[in-house]
């Protein structure tokens, strides 16, 4: 009887790790390697100017020319520890004290999905995208990043990753990068491109300061 217990018991517990794995998506390797690691230049200015590094593109795809790929990279510098920090931006529902983009947000941490409401130049877009934090040795020491795909509303399918490394003392990188592809972007013409790329300075901006706020607040 105890034997069965014990079956039963593992065989429960490895179906919930394995619900909690993330689905067979691919993680383009460039998802953790943005393009400023290898422009020495961007670098110091990142670490010495407080810039925020944002490029949204928007491009037909070579082998299919029926679909559009978006693809947003940002990133920039914030002055406090890494596990500080990604325990700031892993609290989802702050998201909308943090910036007033975020007008919905909601956490199940159950399902490890939340469902996000954002609002731009008169534009609403929902999310419901799931979760994945995961941990990581990199060439640039530990890595502390959140894998996410969207599961529900207008962009299913797209697919991203947070990062946060140590870049020093009590200093640390956070960076994004995010893809979605289709036949048709269910953005305005206002936020293709550069639009995006102005919104998502914006929000970076607001979540720096915040992180930063919240560290002196301890």
Same mark, same amino acid.
């Given at each position: 009887?105890?034997?069965?217990?014990?079956?039963?018991?593992?065989?429960?517990?490895?179906?919930?790790?394995?619900?909690? !794995?993330?689905?067979?998506?691919?993680?383009?390797?460039?998802f953790?390697?943005?393009?400023?690691?290898?422009?020495?230049e961007?670098?110091?200015?990142? !670490?010495?100017?407080d810039?925020?590094?944002?490029?949204?593109?928007?491009?037909?795809?070579?082998?299919?020319?029926?679909?559009?790929?978006?693809?947003?990279?940002?990133?920039?510098?914030?002055?406090?520890?890494?596990?500080?920090?990604?325990?700031?931006?892993?609290?989802?529902?702050?998201?909308?004290?943090?910036?007033?983009?975020?007008?919905?947000?909601?956490?199940?941490?159950?399902q490890?999905?939340?469902?996000?409401?954002?609002?731009?130049?008169?534009?609403?877009?929902?999310?419901?995208?799931?979760?994945?934090?995961?941990?990581?040795?990199?060439?640039?020491?530990?890595?502390?990043?959140?894998?996410?795909?969207?599961v529900?509303?207008?962009?299913?399918?797209?697919?991203?990753?947070?990062?946060?490394?140590?870049i020093?003392?009590?200093?640390?990188?956070?960076?994004?990068?995010?893809?979605?592809?289709?036949?048709?972007?269910p953005?305005?013409?206002?936020?293709?491109?550069?639009?995006?790329?102005?919104?998502?300075r914006?929000?970076?901006?607001?979540?720096?300061?915040?992180?930063?706020?919240?560290?002196?607040?301890?």
């Amino acid at each position: 009887m105890i034997r069965l217990i014990i079956v039963v018991f593992l065989f429960v517990f490895s179906a919930f790790a394995l619900s909690s !794995q993330p689905e067979k998506v691919q993680w383009p390797e460039d998802f953790h390697n943005p393009f400023w690691r290898k422009k020495i230049e961007v670098q110091k200015r990142m !670490q010495n100017e407080d810039l925020i590094v944002v490029s949204a593109k928007t491009e037909k795809i070579r082998n299919d020319p029926k679909l559009y790929e978006m693809r947003v990279v940002a990133g920039g510098d914030v002055d406090v520890p890494q596990d500080f920090a990604f325990e700031q931006i892993s609290n989802y529902e702050d998201l909308k004290k943090a910036d007033n983009h975020f007008v919905e947000v909601h956490y199940n941490k159950d399902q490890k999905k939340v469902e996000i409401g954002i609002e731009a130049l008169g534009y609403r877009a929902d999310m419901v995208i799931r979760v994945f934090e995961v941990e990581r040795k990199t060439p640039q020491g530990k890595s502390r990043e959140i894998h996410w795909l969207c599961v529900e509303k207008q962009f299913k399918g797209m697919k991203g990753v947070f990062q946060v490394l140590e870049i020093g003392r009590q200093k640390s990188e956070i960076s994004m990068t995010a893809e979605y592809s289709a036949e048709k972007l269910p953005l305005p013409k206002v936020l293709m491109g550069f639009g995006l790329e102005v919104i998502g300075r914006q929000v970076a901006n607001q979540l720096k300061r915040y992180i930063v706020q919240k560290y002196h607040e301890r």
